[in-house]
């Protein structure tokens, strides 16, 4: 299976939004679990959100109620919408396919 690839990231001030995008190949996608992660400097990698093949969610308690992740199998492509964006949340955004396949990860920075 191909790496994921991400897309989306940037710079946004505080209360504002970004919507992240995870473009993975393989005719497995559609079965797999995928999931966002972030690391931010001199912090361990998180889990920010997942969603299975059947789109069953979860999410990080610091994350809840301001992201929300969606997939749309027919295009391999899997979203984390994030609102309300605190500069804690600025971070280096991973996606991850199934249980091992990482991309390179989006920056993102939450700053005034």
């Known amino acids: 299976q191909a790496q994921p690839v991400e897309s989306g990231g940037g710079l946004v001030q505080p209360g504002g939004s970004l919507r992240l995008s995870c473009a993975a190949s393989?005719?497995?996608?559609?079965?797999?679990?995928m999931g966002w992660f972030r690391q931010a400097p001199g912090k361990q990698r998180e889990l920010v959100a997942s969603i299975t093949s059947v789109g069953v969610t979860n999410y990080a308690d610091s994350v809840k109620g301001r992201f929300t992740i969606s997939r749309v199998n027919a295009k391999n492509t899997v979203y984390l919408q994030m609102n309300s964006l605190k500069p804690e949340d600025t971070a280096i955004y991973y996606c991850r396919a199934g249980s091992t396949s990482w991309g390179q990860g989006t920056q993102v920075t939450v700053s005034s």
């Open positions: 393989g005719s497995i996608f559609s079965s797999v679990v």
